[in-house]
């Protein structure tokens, strides 16, 4: 699944190509992606309206349009490719949308879980899906994070995939960051310390932001999207085998998400 550095990647992609562009009209071949509105209402909306921003909160992509905001979550493996109108269909290419100088930004998606939605432009943070997002690493004071964390009697490793406690963070970067803290996955939220609280969320924007340099992390179908992220060759513990030190990796599930973490140089604290 992307992350947010992948989906900063991708939303620089489209902003240097898609931006002042308009959009002439839509055709949704898989209505499901549509979470809001109505599949007719979100053609409609969206149809003339100019692109003039295109940024991300969170994981989600956020097109600033004329009326209104267009969110955009590529889940599993969605992703966007800009081609020209009369360019052979791909078998899961579920959203086009029809754009000026005859082109077109296709959304695809082997596994159909993406989705999209249009949202007013008056406080639109907060409203749904946005609304439920805690702050970004970049952002987040690390007391504010400290209390959070207090009220977590959860392990580390879920409290971080949280998105309403703090957004941003996927299962990759969890693990590079708990591996770097020299934290074990499976320590409690709520027994971190201030101090400890600080460093995670300098190790959080530390490592976010060396991947958003090397265009985020090619795992699987990332690279589909035309941007080969070179931050996998930087990974420590996640799909490794072995950690910088030589140490074995250990593969555990938590909280039904793959794990990954160095028993010895992560030791559980007593």
């Known amino acids: 699944m992307p992350e947010k550095p992948e989906v900063i ?46 940024t991300t909160r969170g994981k989600w992509i956020v097109l600033t349009l004329d009326e209104s905001y267009l969110l955009f979550h590529l889940r599993m493996e969605g992703k966007y490719q800009i081609c020209k109108k009369g360019d052979i269909l791909s078998k899961h290419d579920h959203v086009i949308f029809v754009l000026d100088e005859g082109m077109e930004l296709r959304y695809n998606d082997v596994r159909k879980f993406g989705r999209m939605k249009l949202v007013d432009h008056d406080d639109y943070k907060n409203q749904l899906p946005l609304s439920k997002l805690g702050p970004e690493p970049f952002e987040i004071d690390y007391l504010e994070l400290y209390q959070k964390l207090k009220k977590k009697n959860k392990a580390i490793k879920t409290v971080l995939l949280d998105q309403s406690i703090m957004t941003g963070i996927g299962n990759i970067y969890a693990n590079e960051i708990c591996y770097q803290m020299h934290l074990n996955p ?25 991947a958003i340099l090397q265009g985020g ?32 990796i250990k593969k555990v599930m938590i909280n039904e998400r793959g794990t990954y973490y160095c028993p010895i140089c992560q030791k559980a604290k007593r």
């Open 9 to 54: 990647t991708v939303a620089k992609k489209l902003k240097n190509k898609l931006l002042d562009r308009k959009i002439k009209s839509v055709k949704v071949f898989y209505p499901t992606m549509i979470e809001y509105p109505t599949v007719e209402e979100f053609k409609k909306g969206v149809s003339g309206q100019e692109i003039h921003d295109i």
């Open 186 to 210: 499976y320590t409690k939220a709520n027994v971190l310390s201030k101090k400890r609280v600080k460093e995670l969320v300098d190790v959080a924007c530390e490592i976010l932001n060396k």
């Open 217 to 248: 992390t090619t795992i699987h179908s990332f690279s589909a999207n035309g941007i080969d992220g070179l931050f996998q060759v930087q990974l420590k513990v996640h799909m490794q085998k072995h950690c910088p030190l030589g140490h074995e």
